[in-house]
């Protein structure tokens, strides 16, 4: 509808991500809402990374609240498709379990990227540095999706 959402708390968000990650240590975790110009949008944040520092992996959900609806921030890449390949990576979109996946690598610096769009609403993100990208699209199962994706319909204004 044309009201949109009021995103979800972020501290519901963070629940959803993974507290631990094999090999790895917690590092930072965050979460907020802001509101600015009429535009309300939660997210929350979590990293990991390996005792020598070599690698790397940041979880993220956003929830673009306001937006979802017309504008449909999370819809971003649903309507997009891309098949790109260069000397140093790729970036392309797919569908993984009826949800749409767009994934950027970097062989170079041994960096990628994952947005996967949950509920038409919610986007999850998970950027990883030193890390397969095999390993990476992996992580997606450490976030409770089933659940996200029941909480879309949250928050509706009339």
Request: proline content about 3%.
């Amino acid at each position: 509808g044309a009201g949109g959402y009021e995103p979800v708390d972020f501290r519901k968000l963070k629940e959803l991500l993974p507290q631990e990650l094999a090999g790895f240590e917690k590092g930072d975790s965050s979460g907020e809402k802001n509101n600015a110009f009429g535009i309300a949008v939660s997210e929350a944040k979590q990293s990991f990374r390996t005792a020598d520092g070599s690698k790397s992996v940041r979880f993220e959900i956003t929830d673009p609240g306001s937006l979802a609806g017309p504008f449909a921030l999370a819809n971003m890449w649903m309507n997009v498709d891309i098949d790109k390949e260069t000397s140093s990576g790729y970036e392309k979109t797919s569908t993984v379990g009826g949800r749409k996946l767009h994934e950027k690598w970097n062989k170079d610096g041994k960096h990628g990227e994952v947005h996967l769009v949950v509920g038409n609403r919610f986007m999850v993100e998970i950027d990883a540095r030193g890390v397969e990208m095999a390993d990476i699209k992996s992580l997606i199962s450490k976030i409770d999706v089933a659940k996200l994706e029941a909480m879309k319909g949250e928050g509706k204004k009339s």
